[in-house]
């Protein structure tokens, strides 16, 4: 066992995490045959890490490190969701140490639900583990056997914590606790109703603003625009921004980050750009797959123009690099999604912006107090077509407001 750069216990071996956990001879052979199917699966966009001893620590360690959260332990033997399961993580490695939980593990994409279900036999853990191919909103909405169902709700980079919050409440029963596995450090957070949320979190690898939106607990979520269109009104004085459609990736008490979807990039083509990273050669440039070709280069924001940020359908995940903002739409800012679209296993849909657009806390609320701005719901045709000259009007006409007729006093649709 060894230290890793961030200070947290890195385990380099399933004998070692077993050791440290205080795991039995079955249990480790479990999460064994766990750890093999991942990266039998890994270019099924299961994992990233390509190494058993990556999974390990990355993964099991920091699942593992829940059971020092007291609200867990109480709950050990109750029943469990992990929301937004993908891989598994944190569910399964929790579930194969604490052997009379009850794990439910919900996902919207078919091929992880597949996925999962093999996982579960891999794990050993038989009947008391599930899988629900479904959406958490509809598994949780009335009348559905989600509905204040679980004891301990999991999640693990799922969305903005605000967001999570939201997604989790409608699932959890009276007294339940929500982990959000994030950082290494557990923090208990008191939720609506006298109900307790527990979240440990480790930090993604993306802009300063969305790591700022991932750590804060807000007791409304609904009062942030992560997910939405941010859309310039005609009197917008800074000409950076005219005429700009946004999509929001993170907002919070401490600020925001977005991405801008209406302005071309100087660098236009995907491939040499491909080919500049050292992602391909220029021989493959030929075989790239249509997916490839197609991905559209944006001018993201004047923020963190040395950066590139790839927003992409919700059917493509990395773990410690994707920020799921909704369960249609990710972002991804590391090049191993790169990697992926040129082999033809990233997302549906893709953009990759280079910068962002960025507002330090209260900004952006002052500017749409100024009438800078109108918000309204993402369209998902508005996000990924390459019409990029009409996405303006397209965008006000989705809110029915004609550019026109657009008064100067206008403030959010």
């Not at 992602?279 to 280069?297: F, K, T």
């Not at 000259?389 to 004609?402: F, N």
């Amino acid at each position: 066992m060894t230290a890793g750069a961030d200070g947290r216990e890195a385990y380099a071996t399933i004998d070692e995490l077993a050791a440290a956990f205080g795991l039995e001879e079955a249990q480790a052979a479990a999460l064994s045959r766990y750890a093999d199917l991942m990266l039998a699966w890994r270019r099924g966009n299961v994992t990233a890490l390509s190494t058993r001893e990556e999974i390990v620590s990355t993964l099991f360690g920091d699942a593992l490190a829940l059971l020092d959260v007291p609200q867990l332990q109480e709950r050990a033997s109750a029943g469990w969701l992990d929301l937004g399961a993908g891989a598994g993580v944190p569910g399964i490695p929790l579930a194969v140490a604490l052997p009379a939980a009850e794990l439910t593990l919900l996902d919207s994409a078919a091929r992880k639900c597949a996925f999962l279900a093999a996982a579960i036999e891999a794990a050993g853990l038989g009947a008391r583990a599930t899988v629900v191919c479904s959406r958490s909103e509809r598994h949780a909405a009335a009348g559905q056997p989600g509905r204040e169902a679980y004891d301990v709700v999991l999640a693990r980079a799922v969305a903005p914590l605000p967001a999570l919050v939201e997604l989790a409440s409608p699932l959890l029963a009276p007294g339940g606790v929500l982990l959000a596995s994030k950082t290494s450090r557990a923090v208990r957070e008191e939720g609506p109703g006298g109900g307790e949320r527990a979240a440990s979190a480790r930090e993604s690898d993306l802009a300063g603003k969305a790591r700022g939106a991932e750590g804060l607990l807000q007791p409304d979520a609904r009062s942030f625009l992560y997910g939405q269109l941010l859309v310039a009104m005609p009197g917008m004085a800074d000409e950076r921004f005219a005429r700009s459609v946004i999509y929001m990736c993170a907002h919070s008490a401490e600020g925001a980050m977005g991405i801008m979807l209406n302005r071309p990039s100087s660098v236009r083509n995907f491939p040499e750009l491909l080919e500049q990273l050292r992602v391909i050669d220029s021989a493959e440039r030929i075989s790239l797959p249509p997916a490839a070709r197609n991905v559209q280069v944006l001018s993201g924001g004047p923020v963190q123009t040395d950066r590139g940020f790839v927003l992409h359908t919700g059917d493509f995940f990395i773990d410690n690099s994707t920020l799921k903002i909704d369960d249609a739409v990710s972002l991804t800012a590391t090049i191993d999604i790169l990697r992926a679209i040129a082999v033809g296993h990233g997302p549906d849909r893709a953009l990759l912006a280079l910068g962002c657009a960025g507002w330090d806390a209260g900004q952006l609320e002052n500017e749409i107090q100024l009438n800078g701005w109108l918000h309204c719901p993402a369209d998902p045709a508005i996000l990924f077509d390459h019409d990029l000259d009409t996405k303006y009007v397209r965008a006000l006409r989705s809110i029915g407001v004609d550019l026109g007729k657009l008064s100067l006093n206008a403030g959010h649709a």
